[in-house]
Nanobody, 126 residues
């Protein structure tokens, strides 16, 4: 079992930056692919960014490429999402997720991840 706790959400103006953190505990952090998803009101949960267990591979949904960066610190059991040039359409609850060690094309699918955090609200004002 892996426990995930997100932090760093809040209110930010359009064009601003914010960094989300997700602290993991319970199992060996380096055994897991990590990802960030988000869910806006009335919409499905969508993949935002993912990073392989070693940190050697990353992937992003098209709408955040060039603006967001995912990283992990395996010594601190923490994954980060640096969000720059934020837009009102980035407003959502952001979730951290942990999945199987093997990096695969399924990493964009929410059901690839058995472990989830409680979510943190990010609101971008125009």
């Amino acid at each position: 079992q892996v426990q995930l706790v997100e932090s760093g959400g809040g209110l930010v103006q359009a064009g601003g930056s914010q960094r989300l953190s997700c602290a993991a505990s319970g199992r060996t952090f380096t055994n897991y692919t990590m990802a960030w998803f988000r869910q806006a009101p009335g919409k499905e949960r969508e993949f935002v960014a993912g990073i392989s267990a070693s940190g050697g591979f990353t992937d992003y949904t098209d709408s955040v490429k060039g603006r967001f960066a995912i990283s992990r610190d395996n010594a601190k059991n923490t994954v980060y999402l640096q969000m720059n040039s934020l837009k009102p359409e980035d407003t959502a609850v952001y979730y951290c997720a942990a999945g199987p060690r093997a990096w695969s094309s399924f990493h964009i699918k929410y059901n690839f991840y058995p472990y989830w955090g409680q979510g943190t609200q990010v609101t971008v004002s125009s």
